[in-house]
């Protein structure tokens, strides 16, 4: 398979996307089962925003570029393995702040150049971090988990999942330059300038 195919066909794109969907989605039941409630309830969050461009179009080949998916399914996999499971965490935040970033352009009428599309995403990134230490929040309150220790932590938390916001944001650009995938941030402009 040739790495052109990979990147512009669209049933190949889907295709890795609904398997890397299919992925966080069994991670968040598996979490939800094991008694990891916030945990399970945020990759089903994730797996419901992956598939919402093909449940709205009803057609199972409009979704994301595949990086992100396999990037979300990624973090699952090294947060349930054990390996780095924090960042792990960070990283899967911000995958779904880039989903929705590139949705939004891409199977949407709004238009967003490239660039501000990746700080857009990094602020969607510290707009939903600050909604996860709310439900991490209420979640210790009321399901008696220990998510919050101290002040320290939680400022380290939110430092943290905004370079990894940043870092993936700026991988992002540089893919989407370069290749103008499936699903790419740009893609949308030029499809309706030639339609």
């Known amino acids: ?39 399970g309830v945020f990759l089903l969050v994730v797996a419901a925003a ?31 393995t054990g390996f780095q499971s924090e960042i792990a965490g960070h990283l899967a935040l911000a995958t779904l702040a880039l ?6 352009d891409v199977f949407t009428s709004v238009e967003l150049s490239r660039r501000f599309a990746v700080v857009f995403g990094v602020l969607t990134t510290m707009a939903l971090q600050a ?24 400022q380290r938390d939110i430092v943290a999942v905004t370079a990894v916001g940043a870092v993936l944001g700026a991988l992002c650009e540089v893919y989407f330059a370069r290749y ?11 499809r309706r300038e030639t339609s």
């Open 1 to 39: 398979m040739s790495l052109n195919r990979l990147v512009r066909g669209r049933q190949t794109n889907a295709a890795i996307g609904w398997v890397a969907t299919g992925a966080v989605a069994l991670g968040g039941v598996e979490n939800l089962v094991a008694g990891a409630t916030l945990w």
């Open 50 to 80: 992956l598939a919402v461009p093909a449940l709205a179009t009803r057609e199972w080949t409009a979704m994301v570029s595949w990086p992100l998916p396999v990037v979300a399914a990624a973090a699952v996999v090294a947060r349930e």
């Open 99 to 104: 989903v929705l970033v590139v949705e939004l």
């Open 131 to 154: 909604v996860w230490v709310v439900a991490q929040f209420y979640s210790d309150r009321w399901l008696g988990s220990e998510f919050l220790s101290t002040q320290t932590e939680l």
């Open 180 to 190: 103008e995938p499936v699903g790419a941030v740009g893609e949308s402009t030029d």
